[in-house]
């Protein structure tokens, strides 16, 4: 099994950046791609951005948010930059991640509440 640990959070105001982390443990053999998911209240969860070979985004965050990754240590950042009301969300980090014991599947992260308010 791979966790996942997320990070940074909070509360900001409009036109505000906040930085989101996750780092993945466990007896990870490869990770085939880490990425982001938010849910608003009411509202199914929708893909924020997913980085493989390359980064792709939801048209929403385009040009706001910035994905990368450090593979040596199996994190994941999200960088939010000019943060609006309809952002706010619950962030989810997904991994698809083959384990050493073998098998491959995705696993999901705990959760980090952003909101965007004045």
């Known amino acids: 099994q791979a966790q996942l640990v997320e990070s940074g959070g909070g509360l900001v105001q409009p036109g505000g950046s906040l930085r989101l982390s996750c780092a993945a443990s466990?007896?990870?053999?490869?990770?085939?791609?880490m990425g982001w998911y938010r849910q608003a209240p009411e509202k199914q969860r929708e893909l924020v951005a997913l980085?493989?070979?390359?980064?792709t985004y939801a048209d929403s965050v385009k040009g706001r948010f910035t994905i990368s990754r450090d593979n040596a240590k199996n994190t994941v950042y999200l960088q939010m930059n000019n943060l609006k009301p309809e952002d706010t969300a619950v962030y989810y980090c997904?991994?698809?991640?083959?384990?050493?014991?073998?098998?491959?599947?995705?696993?999901w992260g705990q959760g980090t509440q952003v909101t965007v308010s004045s």
């Open positions: 980085i493989t070979s390359s980064p």
């Open positions: 466990g007896s990870i053999l490869r990770i085939y791609g």
């Open positions: 997904y991994t698809s991640a083959e384990m050493v014991a073998g098998g491959r599947r995705g696993y």
